[in-house]
Each structure stands twice: as C-alpha cells, then as structure tokens.
C-alpha cells in the first residue's frame, strides 16, 4: 500500500465523538444510499484517479503539488458530515472560529497582531480580494507586477478593469526596481505587487527597494506570497531572502495559499489586509443571512458567498498539531525543503552537462542541458522531461529568458544569442518543485535518474 491508512481509524474515532455531540436529535432514516452500488462506484472512481501522475511521491518533482498532511485529510472529512458555510455565522459557526483562529495565526507569522482576513479558494481569489481593495481605494490607478508574477495578476487587472503595467525582471527573477521607478515616475500607479517567491523560479522581490519607493510614491504594497509565505518560518534562508521576510508585515495587504505549503487539500487560500479598516469597503445587505449573531460573519468581509467551513477546520487541526512557530516541526519541512533544492542544485553545478543559471532563493530549482545553441538547449530539455517521466520522475518545463544565463558563461549561446536576437529570447529549462519534506532523502536518486536522461538525451 503506497498511501498511509492509519487516520482513517482516527477518522472513525473522531466521527463517533462527533456523533455523540449531537446524540440529543432524533436518528434521521433512510439516509444511505446501497451499499453495494456506491461499492462499485468507489471502486470505479479509485481506477479513474489511476490516470494522474503521483504527485503524493517524492519522484513527483514537478509542479507545485504536496499532498495535504494526514490530519488536514481527516479534519477536512469528518466537517463534511456537518458541511459547515463559512459565509455566515448561521451556516457554520465553529468552523467559522476556527478560521479566524487559523487566520489570525498566519498574521502572526508576518508580525500582524491586528488585522482583516479569510480563507478563499486560492491564490487567484486571495490576489482578487487584495486587488479589489486596491482598485476600491485607488479607482482606475495601475496595477504594476513583475513580468515574473504569476499570470493571473494581468488577468484580475483586466476583470476589475484596471490598467496593468508589467515590470521586467532582473537576471534572477526579481522584480527591477530601478525600471519600476520609470514607470512611477509616470504616475497613475496604486499598486504595486511584490512577489515572494515567484511561480517559475521562487524568486524574491526586492521588499527593502520597493518599501522605499513606496515612501516616494505613495502606491500601496500588496505582497503575493501564495507560494513562499510560509518560508519566513525557515531559519535556512540566505541573507538576501531574510531581509525581504523581515519586511512582509510593512505590505498592505499579503496572501499566502495554506494549499500550496500549508499542508491543505485543494480550496485554500488566505487573504490578509493589515488595516481592518479596509473590512468597510465589503459593506453589503444580505436578506438571507447574518441572522442568528451580530458578531462579524466571514461573509461580511469577503467577496465570495458560499466556502468550505471544512477547509478552516482542516487548517486549524494542522496547524493546532503543527504549530506556526520557527524551530517547530513545520518550520523544519520547509527547511528540509530548501535543502533539498540547495542539494540539487549543488550537483547540478558541479555537472558540466548542465547549466543552472542561479541558485534557488527557496526551494525550486531550474536549470538546462548545455549545448551549443539554445535551441538544442530546448530540445534537449523537452528529451530529458520525458526520459524522466519513462523512469517515474516527474519535473517540469520553463520557458525563461535566454538572459538569465548571462551570469554564468557568457562566452557560449547566452551571449551569442543575447546579442543578436534580442535579450527576450527564451530557452526551454528544466524546473523541479522540491516542495515535499521528503525530497531531501531522494535528490540523489533524482540526480542519478537525471545522470541516465542526460546520458541518453545527447546521444540521440
Ligand atoms: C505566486 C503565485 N501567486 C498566485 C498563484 C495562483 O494561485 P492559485 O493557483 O491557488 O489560484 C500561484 C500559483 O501557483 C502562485 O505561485
């Protein structure tokens, strides 16, 4: 059995205390369906999820994909027997503490005592809500993001009908403040997001230049840490990295997906203001809800209507079990993490074969076969993914700058190609999300898988 069982008796366990709460109401008949019919159904549906890479395995090298922690699996379970609403106190009250309590904790870790959030489906609707904000209070200013942030950013710009600016990226990734400057010295920007930990190669916006642009140009600062929020818990950042952690709470507004690091299933993001005064910009009537507490309903201070109370029940069990602290258990498996990127990419340098064009900044790394031209760079890369994947390890592809390889021999094809076509060309890489705990134990087996592609790979 490759999956662990064991929380399926705590499940059990847990259902029976649950029931027990609730053992005053008469039993409701007739409920459940045949036995043997949704036998046959589960059974079917197990053999459908056989058509998915497995991402729950340490050879999944790809994505950004970690399977929840056992106890948010439970937890998220046993709240579907209730199927609490967090839209209102009315549809799921407990789970709706519970999310408060979560929330306010990953506040916390920024240095946030006070402040406005919720869950919400993800990165994508937590950027939205912050975005929204932004618009609300800057109406019709641009939106400026690094042309590293993740995509959606252009995307919510144009749903919430508001300019977009995209601002290039250094050599590693980050944010250019300097050509950030150009574009505020043009005006008409409210807001700029700093990406902490980039989608493509986990890098680190500039926080200390930004934070000092802001004093300049009076924009407001929304952080998109969806990815790399939790990593301001790893005491193994480099020097760089921490000083940019250690300026997150200055943000107006912060997101960081609990589904991404923070060990949930699917459906969890988590949007953060630091000015609870914000909250007023949400006002709306309901003549549904809101009935049965005048205390704040989760409802009243975020844009969606309907959300899962079950996901703040499974982050609030993870994180009661795994607490957000530095030192602590979770904070280690992020640094097991990072580790394991740093690992890769120390024997991918020592690798003539290879090209990793700069270290990873938290624990994604990328990188590409040497050749004689960037195109062949391409091809190879697109050969070695698949070899890979023929051998159960599953990385994933980058298209990135042919630039960002200057640094490290600029007398091959990044400096030929550079100069004559253009510093935009791109060059297809290798990219590998070491976002599990467990990586750290299986990067040399991933090297030596990678040692047998690239063997194969160049002499096709
Ligand atoms: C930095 C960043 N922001 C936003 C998103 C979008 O998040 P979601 O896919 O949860 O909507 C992602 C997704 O990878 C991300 O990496």
């Given amino acids: 059995m490759v999956f662990e069982t064991e929380t399926l008796n705590l499940l059990a366990k847990a259902l029976e205390e649950l029931s027990s709460g609730f053992a005053f109401l008469p039993n409701p008949e007739g409920r459940v369906a045949s036995r043997t019919a949704m036998g046959e159904v589960m059974t079917e549906v197990a053999s459908r999820l056989h058509d998915n890479y497995p991402y729950f395995h340490p050879l999944y090298a790809g994505q950004m994909l970690k399977p929840p922690h056992p106890i948010a699996r439970a937890a998220y379970a046993l709240a579907t027997w209730i199927n609490p609403n967090n839209?209102?106190?009315?549809?799921?009250?407990?789970?709706?503490?519970?999310e408060r309590e979560a929330v306010a904790e990953i506040a916390g870790m920024f240095g946030w005592k006070e402040h406005l959030g919720h869950l919400c489906g993800g990165g994508t609707m937590a950027n939205l809500e912050a975005l929204w904000v932004a618009g609300q209070l800057h109406p019709g200013k641009t939106i400026a993001a690094s042309e590293q942030a993740h995509y959606t950013h252009h995307r919510i710009s144009s749903v919430l009908r508001l300019p977009f600016a995209q601002v290039p990226s250094d050599n590693r990734g980050r944010m250019d403040a300097t050509a950030l400057e150009k574009i505020l010295e043009a005006g008409h920007v409210g807001c700029v997001v700093a990406t902490v930990g980039t989608t493509g190669t986990g890098s680190l916006d500039p926080l200390p230049n930004l934070l000092a642009l802001r004093e300049r140009y009076g924009f407001?600062?929304?952080?998109?840490?969806?990815?790399?929020?939790?990593?301001?818990l790893a005491?193994?950042?480099?020097?760089?990295?921490?000083?940019?952690?250690?300026?997150?709470?200055?943000?107006?507004?912060?997101?960081?997906?609990?589904?991404?690091?923070?060990?949930?299933?699917?459906?969890?993001?988590?949007?953060?203001?630091r000015d609870p005064a914000v909250g007023v910009l949400y006002q709306h009537e309901s003549p549904y809800t809101y009935f049965t507490s005048k205390d704040l309903h989760l409802g009243e201070i975020s844009l969606e209507c309907s959300r899962p109370g079950a996901s703040a029940v499974a982050l609030w069990a993870t994180q009661r079990l795994l607490p957000l602290v530095r030192g602590g258990e979770f904070a280690a498996m992020l640094e097991n993490s990072r580790e394991a990127a740093l690992a890769l990419y120390g024997r991918l340098c020592a690798d003539a074969r290879w090209r990793a064009p700069f270290a990873p900044e938290l624990d994604i790394v990328v990188w590409a076969p040497r050749s004689e031209t960037a195109r062949r760079t391409s091809e190879l890369s697109q050969r070695i993914f698949d070899a890979a994947a023929r051998r159960n390890l599953h990385l994933a592809l980058i298209r990135l700058p042919v630039r960002f390889f200057v640094s490290d021999d600029a007398s091959d094809w990044t400096g030929q190609q550079a100069g004559r076509q253009g510093?935009?060309?791109?060059?297809?890489?290798?990219?590998?999300?070491?976002?599990?705990?467990?990586?750290?134990?299986?990067?040399?087996?991933?090297?030596?898988?990678?040692e047998e592609c690239v063997a194969e790979s160049a002499s096709l």
């Fill in 235 to 273: 005491a193994n950042l480099d020097d760089d990295a921490r000083a940019v952690y250690d300026l997150i709470g200055q943000a107006d507004s912060i997101v960081v997906d609990p589904h991404k690091h923070g060990l949930q299933p699917y459906g969890c993001g988590c949007v953060l203001f």
């Fill in 87 to 98: 839209h209102a106190l009315d549809g799921g009250r407990a789970s709706s503490a519970m």
């Fill in 423 to 450: 510093e935009h060309d791109a060059v297809l890489c290798l990219r590998s999300v070491l976002m599990k705990p467990e990586h750290l134990a299986w990067v040399e087996r991933i090297a030596e898988i990678l």
């Fill in 220 to 232: 407001r600062l929304h952080v998109d840490a969806a990815y790399g929020g939790y990593y301001t």
